[in-house]
Nanobody
Framework: QVQLVESGGGSVQAGGSLRLSCATL????????LGWFRQAPGKEREGVAG???????AYADSVKGRFTLSKDNAKNTLYLQMDRLEPEDTAMYFC?????????????????????WGKGTQVTVSS
């Protein structure tokens, strides 16, 4: 059974950093496409960053240069390093996964929806 468990959220001041982790169970991350998404109150969910099984990455324009995606295949864990956080980054952050190679640009743009999701971790950035 595929399971995704996010952690690492918290409250920080603008300009600070957080690293989110997505621990996975039931599959091998090297064979899956993975992504981070976020949803702020009253707003639609949006793609943040993703990586497919071939290692191709995609980032939302709003986080390029500030967020860095990485994964540890040995630990079956996906990470999102978030630097220079802004109040606009405040949201619930979710990890998602899909088997094999997905078009990660379409995933992050919202045109493809991954089938497996975690329950999320809250990130709050104060000004």
């Amino acid at each position: 059974q595929v399971q995704l468990v996010e952690s690492g959220g918290g409250s920080v001041q603008a300009g600070g950093s957080l690293r989110l982790s997505c621990a996975t169970l039931g599959f091998t991350v090297s064979r899956f496409s993975l992504g981070w998404f976020r949803q702020a109150p009253g707003k639609e969910r949006e793609g943040v960053a993703g990586i497919n099984s071939n290692g191709m990455t995609a980032y939302a324009d709003s986080v390029k240069g500030r967020f860095t995606l990485s994964k540890d295949n040995a630990k079956n864990t996906l990470y999102l390093q978030m630097d220079r956080l802004e109040p606009e980054d405040t949201a619930m952050y979710f990890c998602a996964a899909a088997p094999t190679d997905w078009n990660i640009d379409l995933v992050i743009s919202g045109r493809l929806r991954m089938p497996y999701w975690g329950k999320g971790t809250q990130v709050t950035v104060s000004s």
